[in-house]
């Protein structure tokens, strides 16, 4: 099953324009420069999901109109993926009395959530019950959210792993600096027709988090997705002239893009 797929946001760590409007490289003319921090939307008729919640979710859920949401997934504890947290509440608050509200991802990063986070987990002040229930994700193993079919996919993100998640046809591989040092995730992308992936390191490939160009076009030729969408994108990259120049089947992402 397909679901509809939207890039909520494709920015790094400090969005475009960073703080002081400094756009870089960005056309501050063309709408597509305007990044707010990685978020995206997966939809069916019934369900939706939300991959991971930064400092620009609440803009986020407004731009894209979302009046109910049936969990997150986190893909690591990033501050710029986990930041805006606090308002998921608005969307947990009618669920308080049917299991609360589930946020899934990993051991490592759902412990981080509850150290930060405590009374979004566990009540501490009896005038505000915890809202969120953590729901741990095993690497490879499918599971389902309402009528979503899900499966997450382990990433390399310099110092941490970070989860990523495939949904049917597509895969969102982020943050990383490349897959897991393991035929599992090859194997687990291969078939996929659209890969969204980090390629927040552009033409360096010194950046410590962060895939560079070259190397996700070098992990295409063994997962072979139709459509590759490179999303992570820093105030160094104009999206017509960096877009223009890439080789058929890769794009950039851009905010509002939609699958
Ligand atoms: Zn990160």
């Known amino acids: ?26 056309d501050p003319k063309n709408k597509k420069n305007r990044r707010t921090r990685c978020s995206l939307l997966i939809q069916s008729e019934t369900t939706n999901i939300v991959v991971d919640t930064g400092q620009d979710f609440r803009e986020q859920m407004n731009t894209f109109n979302i009046k109910n949401l049936d969990a997150v ?10 930041a805006g947290i606090d308002d998921v509440r608005v969307y947990a608050q009618d669920k308080v009395n049917s299991g609360r509200f589930p946020v899934y991802s990993s051991q490592s990063c759902l412990t981080e959530l509850e150290r930060r986070y405590n009374y979004l987990f566990e009540t501490v002040n009896p005038s505000y019950p915890a809202l969120f229930r953590q729901e741990l994700v095993k690497v490879y193993e499918p599971f ?8 997450p996919h382990l990433l390399n993100h310099g ?7 495939r949904f049917g046809s597509t895969a969102y591989s982020v943050d990383m600096l490349d897959l897991a040092n393991d035929d599992m995730s090859i194997n687990h992308l291969k078939g996929i027709h659209t890969w969204i992936v980090d390629a927040g390191g552009f033409m360096s490939s010194t950046n410590p988090v962060h895939a560079s160009f070259e190397r996700i076009f070098a992990l295409n030729e063994k997962i072979g997705a139709k459509r590759v969408i490179l999303t992570v994108l820093s105030h160094l990259i104009d999206y017509n002239s960096v877009n223009s120049a890439l080789p058929d089947g890769f794009e950039l992402a851009y905010d509002g893009l939609v699958l």
């Open 144 to 151: 389902r959210v309402g009528d979503i079919d899900i499966t």
């Open 73 to 82: 997934l986190y893909t690591h504890a990033h501050g710029d993926h986990v």
């Open 1 to 26: 099953m397909d679901y509809k797929i939207t890039i909520a946001g494709c920015g790094n760590s400090f969005g475009v324009p960073r703080p002081g409007n400094e756009w870089g490289n960005c």
């Open 159 to 165: 110092r941490i792993t970070a989860l990523g998640y």
